[in-house]
């Protein structure tokens, strides 16, 4: 049972280069998410799914997109990397929208962009 | 909108001695109160949660929040601390309806010193 996980550990992106970042969980969880994370901000929800099919936006979705087609793929697309978007990536998971048991998170991507 | 303050950006305390850890949070409803951990270069680990019920909350690793309504806090407590315990601690808040996404406050570097 890996929990949830997350590739690449980290990432140097030029200017203008998109990728995608991986997250699989294999806890049949309904509910996934994705943060970033930057000095002295906490966590900012990017974006999130309540299930397969289904993804809306977080607090910072701007030049990121999602898709959620499987239960446990929440795969973040980065269209044109920006400097402003080096940070560390988290993704999580919870058991369903409720969210009652609290989340899982990955162990991070760190992603810099020159 | 939700939000969380975690006023402090360090907390400082000798092995040993009771810990505090402030946060207190603003949301529309009844909330759902969680804290987590989160070792260097590694994804947050969730401590404890307040759901409904007693106000006094008990998680892991000898750690404990107390709820308070009147003053919309969440303190996170722990009455004799370890080196090992040093990390950083985040609160995080969501409404019990309604849209469910967390947010999360800033975080709190807790060094205990030998």
């Known amino acids: 049972n890996a929990g949830v996980t997350q590739t690449p550990k980290f990432q140097v992106l030029k200017t203008g280069q998109s990728m995608t970042l991986q997250c699989a969980q294999d806890?049949?969880?309904?509910?996934m998410s994705w943060y970033r994370q930057d000095p002295g901000m906490g966590l900012r929800l990017i974006h999130y799914?309540?299930?397969?099919?289904?993804?809306d936006q977080g607090e910072v979705p701007n030049g990121y997109n999602v898709s959620r087609s499987t239960t446990e793929d929440f795969p973040l697309r980065l269209l044109s990397a920006a400097p402003s978007q080096t940070s560390v990536y988290f993704c999580?998971?919870?058991?369903?929208?409720?969210?009652?048991?609290?989340?899982?998170f990955g162990p991070g991507t760190r992603l810099t962009v020159t | 909108a939700q939000s969380v303050a975690q006023p402090e950006d360090q907390v400082n305390v000798a092995e040993g001695n009771p810990l505090t850890v402030k946060c207190t949070y603003s949301?529309?409803?009844?909330?759902?109160l969680f804290w987590y951990v989160q070792y260097p270069n590694r994804g947050l680990q969730f401590l404890l949660k307040?759901?409904?019920?007693?106000?006094l909350v008990k998680g892991s690793y000898g750690f404990e929040a107390e709820f308070n309504k009147s003053q919309t806090s969440f303190h996170l407590k722990k009455p004799s601390a370890l080196v090992s315990d040093s990390a950083l601690y985040f609160c995080a808040v969501r409404p019990d309806t309604g849209r469910r996404a967390l947010t999360f406050g800033s975080g709190t570097r807790l060094q205990v010193q030998p």
């Open positions: 999580a998971t919870q058991q369903s929208a409720e969210g009652r048991l609290g989340q899982y």
């Open positions: 806890m049949n969880h309904e509910y």
């Open positions: 949301v529309s409803g009844n909330p759902y």
């Open positions: 799914s309540v299930g397969a099919g289904i993804t």
């Open positions: 307040y759901i409904t019920g007693d106000n």
